[in-house]
């Protein structure tokens, strides 16, 4: 019983029903919305960087999204360091799901009955989880809300979004890293650590927040960014198609980034980050994109060596706090044997709390043979 109230209580909390009551919110200016500076509509996430994002690794836990079948939307699952409200499998409905995940709390934004927004479980110690309300007009934009959030990210006690309204963020503020800047039509946002960052509608970034380990010191050469991501006291940035990063990367451990062919995909661990790299083209079957880590933690338990068996059609990698988890797919057979596309997840590194699982595999689908079906990283279930 124990349990299910638990489980029931992370559902609510995701499906947006925490109370603005229960800790801090910060607010944009609406005196005059229409015309804020900090505006900009975000575009709808492609397909490819929404899957990027059904799979996030943080400290001691990590979570995904899969599909069930064609009559389901998907539903949540993380396992390791248990947090409040428990760890559970749930359907979560709507489309274009995007998960980020902080010290002890895990956001994601939805798309249901509500309209589109955001609802995080976990510890609320400094508001990080109040879910904002849904903004639908002049009259509902009233204290924490969002409207029409396609983008969220979260640090270790704060998340941002971006919305209708340019990038808003909630929850721990003594560093600054919830007083958003002005931002020119921001279209994304990342945050790690007591640090956040935006892309701005000229491609150009800006960090705010703790920049104590010269995170806010962009360099001058950096180019258009497509693609950024934080870690705890460095950021990393995508600029055609190759690599930056800086904060604290002067340690002799920290492995500079390899030329790329073209990467397109970032994500950053407390003190490691992964890129996806384009090396082929995408077919119907096959992603073409290859797997790298680099970082502070050097290779301590292989952390940084990506096994060549995920190699194969990787659509997701999420570093975390000395683990990492990567998401293949691949083509199977399930429930009444038609062809499906299983997603099988993979992690690797540090495995005191159960991050890394054991036997460090989870299958997020079900399927009953095993064609074309790597039992390694997905083994058939009975």
Request: glycine content about 12%; aromatic content about 8%.
């Amino acid at each position: 019983m124990k349990h299910y109230l638990t489980s029931i209580v992370m559902l609510l909390s995701l499906m947006g029903c925490g109370s603005e009551d229960d800790g801090l919110s910060f607010t944009r200016d609406t005196s005059n919305l229409e015309v804020n500076i900090n505006g900009g509509k975000a575009a709808q996430l492609s397909p490819e960087r929404t899957e990027q994002y059904s799979l996030v690794a943080g400290n001691g836990r990590a979570c995904a999204y899969g599909i069930l079948n064609a009559f389901s939307t998907g539903f949540l699952k993380c396992w390791g360091e248990r947090i409040i409200g428990d760890y559970v499998s749930e359907n979560v409905t709507g489309s274009n799901k995007m998960l980020s995940i902080g010290d002890d709390h895990v956001c994601t934004t939805l798309s249901d009955f509500g309209g589109r927004r955001v609802g995080c479980a976990g510890n609320n110690q400094a508001g990080q989880t109040i879910d904002p309300e849904v903004a639908t007009s002049q009259a509902t934009r009233k204290g924490h809300w969002l409207q029409s959030p396609y983008v969220i990210a979260s640090g270790d006690q704060h998340n941002c979004a971006v919305d209708d309204f340019g990038v808003y963020c909630w929850g721990d503020n003594s560093k600054g890293q919830s007083q958003v800047p002005a931002l020119l039509s921001p279209k994304w946002v990342a945050a790690g650590g007591n640090t956040s960052c935006a892309i701005d509608g000229n491609d150009a970034l800006q960090c705010w927040g703790d920049l104590g380990a010269g995170q806010g010191e962009i360099p001058e050469t950096l180019g258009a960014v497509s693609h950024v991501a934080v870690g705890a006291d460095f950021v990393c940035a995508i600029s055609e198609g190759q690599v930056t990063c800086w904060g604290n990367t002067d340690s002799q451990t920290w492995q500079a980034p390899d030329t790329y062919s073209q990467a397109i995909f970032i994500s950053a661990g407390a003190h490691h980050a992964c890129v996806l790299d384009q090396v082929t083209a995408r077919t119907e079957t096959q992603s073409g994109l290859l797997a790298h880590c680099f970082g502070e933690e050097g290779n301590q338990l292989g952390l940084l060596d990506v096994p060549d068996g995920v190699q194969n059609n990787i659509r997701s990698i999420a570093p975390g706090n000395g683990f990492t988890c990567t998401m293949s797919v691949y083509e199977g057979n399930e429930f009444v044997n038609e062809n499906t596309t299983h997603r099988g997840i993979h992690c690797w590194g540090d495995n005191s709390k159960g991050q890394a699982l054991s036997p460090k595999v989870m299958c997020l689908n079900y399927h009953t043979t095993a064609i074309n079906v790597d039992e390694r990283f997905c083994p058939v279930v009975n």
